[in-house]
């Protein structure tokens, strides 16, 4: 096994053991309930969620948080053992979730547009196509470096661009968005060629130059949106939080912003979180009117 593999193999499961403590929970100063956010360990997800927390406890909430995959996520919701998440990409992403779980779930709106997924190579890779692919597999090693893998991303490129683009030559590596950022920075800072599984918004493209690959064939579907999913009721059990999350919504300079001081300036996701809520008192007052 070559040591780029090794890295990400690693990573990888040091990543999937830290899952397994993940969660936790922050006093609600009102005593007004528990609020069970679920979300999966995603950049995007991350930060969003820990915004939405701050937020509830602002408003005397309780909030725990448990992170998951996206399957058990999805599952977690619609069977009532969480009550939301702030990070449902669709229409194309979790496409085939909606499908299955889409009557037992509520949709509580659009909390980010223009969201992306694709593959993404550094700027100085001189392909602009996933079509181009192959005849340069060597200078990838014929990698790709994919996220976990029961994410749509990955069920997208493992059923429908690899078929399309006949990529089957190359290894598509499951792991997870943190240890496939520490491939991507690793052969970046080395100058070479690298093609990871990436979606947007996410904090790489504010660290490093990078570019999607043209998607002639559509494999990826257009531009998304992210939707606050919550479980059926929560409406009513809780009509005060449901109507937080229905309002929350942040563009991309405000989550880039989070985004960033987790991941580039290694800020403690509450810490950057709560200094984002406290310093953006405008644009929250909007969501808990």
């Not at 085939?96 to 889409?102: I, L, P, S, T």
């Not at 597999?137 to 014929?142: H, Q, R, S, T, V």
């Not at 070479?192 to 790489?204: A, M, Q, Y």
Request: with cysteine; charged share 25%.
């Amino acid at each position: 096994m070559n040591s780029r593999k090794l890295t990400i193999l690693l990573v990888t499961g040091l990543v999937a053991a830290s899952m397994l403590v993940g969660g936790c929970s922050a006093e609600g100063s009102d005593g007004k309930g528990t609020v069970n956010l679920i979300y999966v360990q995603w950049a995007c997800a991350e930060s969003q969620t820990h915004i939405a927390e701050a937020v509830l406890e602002d408003q005397g909430y309780t909030v725990e948080k448990t992170v998951v995959a996206a399957g058990p996520m999805w599952t977690g919701v619609a069977e009532g053992d969480a009550d939301a998440f702030v990070c449902g990409w669709l229409p194309y992403t979790h496409e085939a979730y909606m499908e299955e779980f889409g009557d037992k779930v509520e949709d509580l709106g659009v909390d980010f547009e223009g969201a992306r997924i694709g593959m993404v190579v550094p700027e100085y890779v001189t392909i602009d196509s996933i079509g181009e692919l192959p005849s340069v597999g060597d200078k990838f090693e014929w990698t790709i470096y994919g996220i976990d893998p029961g994410s749509g991303l990955m069920r997208h490129t493992k059923e429908e661009t690899i078929p399309a683009y006949g990529l089957e030559d190359f290894e598509l590596m499951d792991s997870s968005g943190m240890a496939m950022t520490v491939a991507l920075k690793k052969e970046y800072d080395a100058g070479n060629w690298v093609v990871v599984t990436g979606w947007s918004p996410h904090w790489k493209f504010f660290a490093y130059d990078l570019k999607y690959l043209d998607d002639p064939e559509n494999t990826y579907g257009g531009q998304e949106e992210i939707h606050v999913i919550a479980r059926k009721g929560l409406s009513e059990d809780m009509p005060e939080v449901a109507s937080i999350l229905s309002n929350f919504f942040l563009t991309d300079a405000q989550l880039g912003e989070v985004m960033y001081e987790v991941n580039v300036n290694d800020v403690d996701p509450e810490t950057a979180a709560r200094a984002w809520v406290d310093a953006n008192q405008d644009v929250v007052s909007e969501w808990v009117s």
